[in-house]
């Protein structure tokens, strides 16, 4: 009686097959996790939900993306599976198949392919990174965003008023949001960032704009953006900007027009009118100037 093989490479496959399926699940539940109230689906790739016309932009590039690779993905596992089942040994075989030192046509095919496809990426990637800095249209609201250790302070050009932000004080009680500095903008209109350091390297992001930029002490950044929905959203420092890098929070309102108009009447009345001194002056950051560091706030 023959007896079976203990070394038999079934009980391999079936733990490569049980680590595969675990870490399929694993990444899963991980993805769900990272979506959390950012809001990500399936439908935007696990991206936070875009509230600009520029997050549309990039949400759209994202799932092309993963579409590219996911379809180069399965064609390799493809053609594996089927070498493996084609190619195997038989039980019959007594010799070794031809073993070839090289293949021109394949070498050629698998150096151009992937070539091709770095090329096309580059491409979308470098139309959409054009169209996403692009300051070239005038905007209907211009906010000059300050960065400081550790907060953030907002002067709007256009109404000459200001807002003046303070570190978040995170106690993990409720009521944490409402002692970091709030960002107005209305909805449907083009709004500039004007992004301005007077410390150290920051980088102002809102998640929801699926967009962010570093803002560089003594040089002046910027980028446009369209809000397309109401709603409040989080905003936060995206460069290790030192010991209170984490609580160097603000939270961004989009609002109708008639509640911005309010808010910048608000601030009058509250005597925050001008704009603070971030060693640029109006016609500068207007202009778009680089000038250099004169003096402190």
């Known amino acids: 009686m ?47 939900h875009a509230v600009t016309e520029g997050g549309e932009r990039v949400t759209t590039l994202w799932i092309g993306a993963w579409i590219a690779l ?44 992937p070539m091709l496809m770095i090329v096309v990426f580059f491409y979308y990637t470098a139309r959409d990174e054009a169209a996403l800095i692009d300051t070239s249209k005038k905007p209907d609201v211009t906010v000059n965003v300050v960065g400081k250790q550790w907060s953030w302070d907002f002067n709007y050009l256009e109404d000459d008023v200001h807002e003046v932000g303070t570190q978040a004080i995170l106690t993990g009680e409720p009521g944490a949001e409402e002692t970091i500095p709030t960002l107005y903008l209305p909805v449907g209109e083009r709004v500039e960032f004007v992004l301005t350091a007077r410390d150290v390297i920051h980088s102002f992001w809102v998640p929801a704009f699926l967009q962010k930029m570093d803002m560089i002490p003594g040089r002046v950044n910027r980028f446009q953006v369209v809000p397309t929905e109401e709603g409040q959203f989080k905003g936060k420092c995206a460069e290790l900007c030192g010991a209170y890098h984490s609580q160097m929070l603000f939270n961004v309102k989009v609002v109708s027009r008639a509640e911005y108009d309010q808010h910048m009447a608000d601030l009058r009345a509250a005597d ?15 202009s778009g100037q680089n000038v250099q560091p004169g003096g402190g706030n």
């Open 2 to 48: 023959r007896q079976h093989d203990s070394s038999s490479p079934r009980r391999p496959r079936r733990r490569l097959g049980t680590t595969v399926l675990v870490g399929a699940l694993a990444t899963l539940a991980l993805g769900g996790c990272a979506s959390g109230d950012l809001r990500g689906d399936a439908s935007t790739g696990w991206l936070p």
């Open 70 to 113: 996911i379809a180069v993905g399965l064609l390799v596992v493809g053609l594996t599976v089927w070498c493996i089942g084609a190619y195997r040994r038989r039980q019959d075989d007594t010799e070794l198949p031809v073993q070839l030192r090289y293949n021109i046509p394949i070498e050629i095919l698998y150096t151009v392919v």
């Open 272 to 286: 925050q009118t001008g704009l603070l001194n971030n060693t640029l002056n109006r016609e500068a950051l207007m």
